[in-house]
């Protein structure tokens, strides 16, 4: 028998999201159902419902940085039972498939192409709406009260653990300092550029400070970010409007030749040319860790890699979620990731929308929406 949900919906792209009572189908064989107790506000759920994402599927419930409570398990499901608490992830770990066994890669591929299209493994959703289907997103929909997930898409965490903080390392915090410390391994003494002082910047500075890197430039447009990246642990502040050249000159030039590594945490390929192109000759590495629109690409000179600049991506931080997420919530409790720089606000669902506003306005790190 289904459940009633209380859900954000997205009813079309750019659309405010409608908060209704949805039905939630009990999970099925291998899918667990999940009671989202709190969740945060990524800039990927802001991307995705202004339509460029090229895997937009509307209607859908949104949200992927969750925390919640096992409410039920389906069929066969035997590491997670009632009570659990769990985040969920966008990023399976099925340890079975070849990405999982490669040991090279955290992007395990088991559901990753029915949950591109907004379904669970089976091919179906388990929300509707007065009868119509909603679609999932990122396998996650956190922005519902109730909402089912694959079990392999599901990190247990200890119960001592405060939802409505850790739900944050279900995306932000967990990508930035796993971009810094897996993907590109930032070594001692290291410097280091960071473009973008959201969620995802921002915690790449925790990443860098804890990789003991020597100098940490932040980089933002916004200078009201300025303030909390020094307070993480960054030494240097450039704000690319305060100058009338292209921001990697500026930075090649701070540091004697550009920087060991940059992460770019905004989306923009303009911005991920300059990120690479701070980098120093022979050896600077870049990460790309934003999200570009559907349709849109990167360029720069080969010269800039013939000349020894390498270019990388990195998606959740490089994190394989069941294994390694557990450690990050228990960095957490120890106070060794400090999520409380990052809860500017928080606030119920009916008011989810202020949240994606305080996002475009510069004015917020993460919102939690507490259930
Ligand atoms: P956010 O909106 O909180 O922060 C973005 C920051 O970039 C803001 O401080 C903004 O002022 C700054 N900015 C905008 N334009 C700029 C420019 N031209 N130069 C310098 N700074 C600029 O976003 P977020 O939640 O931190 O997410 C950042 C990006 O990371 C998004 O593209 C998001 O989709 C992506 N993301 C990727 C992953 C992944 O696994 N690869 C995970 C989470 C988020
Ligand atoms: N659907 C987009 C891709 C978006 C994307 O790159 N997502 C990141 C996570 S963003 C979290 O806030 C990611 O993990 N990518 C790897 C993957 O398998 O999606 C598009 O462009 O189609
Ligand atoms: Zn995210």
Known sequence: MSIKSRAAVAFGPNQPLQVVEVDVEPPKKGEVLVRII???????????????????????????EGGGIVEAVGEGVTSLAVGDHVIPLYTAECRECKFCKSGKTNLCQAVRATQGKGLMPDGTTRFSYQGQPIYHYMGCSTFSEYTVLPEISLAKIPQDAPLEKVCLL??????????????????EGATVAIFGLGGIGLAAIIGAK???????????????????????GATDFINPKDYDKPIQEVIVELTDGGVDYSFECVGNVQLMRAALECCHKGWGESTIIGVAGAGQEISTRPFQLVTGRVWRGSAFGGVRGRTELPSY?????????????????TMGLEDINKAFDLMHEGKSIRTVIHF
């Open 38 to 64: 709190a969740t945060g506000v990524c800039h990927t759920d802001a991307y995705t419902l202004s339509g460029q994402d090229s895997e937009g599927v509307f209607p859908c419930i949104l949200g992927h």
């Open 170 to 187: 279900g995306c932000g915090v967990t990508t930035g300092i796993g971009a810094v410390l897996n993907t590109a391994k930032v070594t």
């Open 210 to 232: 804890m990789a003991k890197a020597s100098r940490i430039i932040a980089i933002d447009i916004n200078p009201a970010k300025f303030e909390v990246a020094k307070e993480l």
């Open 329 to 345: 919530v228990e960095k957490a409790q120890k106070g060794e990731i400090p999520l409380d720089t990052f809860i500017t606000h």
